[in-house]
């Protein structure tokens, strides 16, 4: 991965690339950002986390921080723009989608109709984070206004993005050709569904009947964390966007995520974050 562009996402808190993402030829590269790719030509055939895809001009994929991803082969006029976001920048992007819709629209490509009033709005999104880059690079003073307006414009991708899944578009058929690529998916998605209510190992692997030394392999193998790691993580992530972009009391907090009281909510997010639930909703900070 271009060093620039890595050094700029936790300066100012994005950056883009276009690039032939040669680097990912048959090897395994795991994302320190949230990545959001979009295919300006050519084919590639990569797999994430386990699941193989089809990339084709057009197509625009969300690739969140932490997942892995390995490029199996391109064509020779592969070509790809790269927008790498910092965790805060994403998490206010999305603030406005649910955990379950983020899951439906996450690591698979996406395309609508690709004509040309869909193609315009696409490149117009790029073009005006070329233009806030710009900006931030003659004027450093600038960045808070340029990073509200790159959560903006990201926000509009996604419901670009959304609308694309609830009219007329599938995603790129995956195929999942090992029954440990299928059983991460299956995890995946039912963390996704249950992870306010449940928060134990043996929960998941049950619903899977599979013993949870199996889970923790499977986890381990695609994404380099157990499934504890997984689940505190996600739960974690969901947690500081609630107190960050929403008003919810800390009592609504401890309902909507089934724990048993405040003090052991607030135990918890210290344990992870190093900050107490008020410290982080009076802060503002966003924990890695």
């Known amino acids: 991965m271009n060093n620039i562009y890595l050094k700029k996402i936790p300066q100012q808190g994005f950056a883009t690339i276009k690039s032939s993402l040669q680097q990912f030829v048959q090897h395994t590269y ?15 055939l990569f797999t994430i986390d386990g699941q193989k895809h089809r ?17 199996l082969d391109i064509t020779s006029d592969f070509s790809a723009r790269l927008l790498g976001l ?12 649910t955990p379950e819709a983020m899951q439906d629209i996450t690591r698979v490509p996406y395309i609508g109709k690709c004509n040309d009033i869909e193609k315009e709005f696409v490149s117009n999104i790029f073009r ?7 900006m931030v690079a003659n004027d450093p ?14 926000n509009a991708l996604l419901l670009y993005i959304q609308q694309i899944k609830s009219h007329y578009e599938h995603p790129a058929k995956e195929i999942i050709s090992e029954s440990k690529d ?34 923790n392999t499977i986890c381990q193998r695609t994404s380099g964390q157990n499934a504890k790691e997984i ?28 724990f048993p009281d405040q003090s052991y909510l607030n135990r918890y997010f210290k344990r992870h974050t190093g900050y ?8 503002g900070v966003m924990v890695d």
Not at 55 to 71: A, H, M, S, V, Y
Not at 128 to 134: K, N, S
Not at 192 to 203: I, W
Request: glycine share 2%.
């Open 86 to 97: 910092s965790k805060h920048i994403w998490m206010a992007a999305r603030s406005s989608f």
């Open 182 to 215: 299928k059983l991460f998916h299956e995890f995946r998605v039912l963390l996704t569904q249950k992870f306010r209510e449940e928060r134990s190992v043996q929960y998941y692997a049950d619903k899977m009947r599979i013993s949870t030394r199996h889970l």
């Open 55 to 71: 990339f084709t001009p057009g197509q625009i994929i969300i690739c969140p921080r932490g997942c892995n991803i390995l490029l």
């Open 231 to 258: 689940i505190d993580q996600y739960t974690i992530i969901e947690l500081q966007v609630v107190l960050m972009y929403t008003h919810k009391s800390f009592q609504e907090l401890v309902n909507e995520f089934h």
């Open 128 to 134: 005006q984070i070329d233009i806030i880059e710009t």
């Open 276 to 283: 107490s639930l008020s410290e982080f909703r009076a802060n």
């Open 141 to 154: 003073t600038s960045i808070e206004f340029c990073r509200q307006n790159i959560i903006l414009s990201v």
């Open 30 to 44: 795991q994302f320190q950002f949230t990545s959001i790719f979009w295919c300006l030509s050519g084919e590639a």
